[in-house]
């Protein structure tokens, strides 16, 4: 057996990582809603019924969601009674991880070079005592393309009030990756705590590491490394 793959032979199949206190993480590939997906080779992947019961949820199929509005007021405003989702979501095992740092192995590959799915995603969750927020996050970026984005907060709970539907959804982050340039820019991330503790920041960075594995990774930097406009909160 080679060297390069003995990891391979212990994933772990757990959807999320407790990456610091205060955050979770999962890499994931989407696909077109049944699309067959091509595993990397030397790789013994569990039956999709296994993944779609585990407790964590490793594949999500497509679904479908009936639209609040009655399908009466849909008609008249022209929108859909039933909402249906396009992808399938394959979550990747993850191949070693430490203290504030995750290795995932991508185990759900391009069939040909130049097909654009799947594509991954990188996300966080917002998860802190008893499974409840117990810190304000701030999120942003030294670099951003998109000049609206530039010098913006965002993410998690970037507005100071929210309904309680809202407050779910404000818990997760998605990101593409690597992004639009081909390499994830770093993301910092302004931590206030409850308890009126000083403002602390993060520093996630990921990059691809050797056999198709992704590295995620967390430390906490001094202020002086964030960009202007997260300091100031």
């Known amino acids: 057996m080679e060297e390069q793959d003995k990891p391979r032979l212990n994933l772990r199949w757990d959807k999320w990582f407790r990456l610091t206190d205060v955050l979770r993480v999962t890499l994931d590939s989407t696909l077109p809603a049944g699309a067959e997906p091509k595993f990397l080779e030397g790789i013994e992947v569990p039956s999709d019924e296994e993944l779609e019961k585990k407790e964590n949820r490793m594949l999500l199929r497509a679904r479908k969601f009936e639209s609040k509005i009655s399908p009466e007021m849909a008609a008249r405003l022209g929108l859909k009674s039933v909402i249906e989702e396009n992808y399938d979501r394959y979550s990747h095992p993850i191949s070693s991880f430490g203290e504030g740092k995750v290795v995932y192995m991508v185990h759900v590959i391009k069939a040909d070079r130049g097909d654009k799915f799947p594509y991954l995603r ?3 969750w917002q998860r ?3 499974k ?28 100071r009030h929210y309904s309680e539907t809202e407050i779910k959804k404000a818990q997760y982050l998605p990101l593409s990756y690597p992004g639009l ?13 409850h308890d009126n503790r000083m403002p602390y920041f993060l520093k996630i960075t990921a990059h691809d590491g050797p056999d198709n594995t992704v590295i995620v990774e967390a430390k906490e930097v001094d202020s002086n490394e964030v960009p202007l406009f997260l300091r100031r909160g």
Do not use: M
């Open 122 to 124: 990188l996300q966080l």
């Open 128 to 130: 802190g005592v008893g």
């Open 132 to 159: 409840k927020p117990h810190s304000f996050l701030k999120c942003g970026r030294a670099k951003e393309l998109k000049p609206e984005h530039q010098d913006k907060v965002f993410g998690f709970q970037s507005k």
């Open 181 to 193: 340039v081909g390499a994830f820019e770093p993301l910092f991330i302004r931590v206030a705590e």
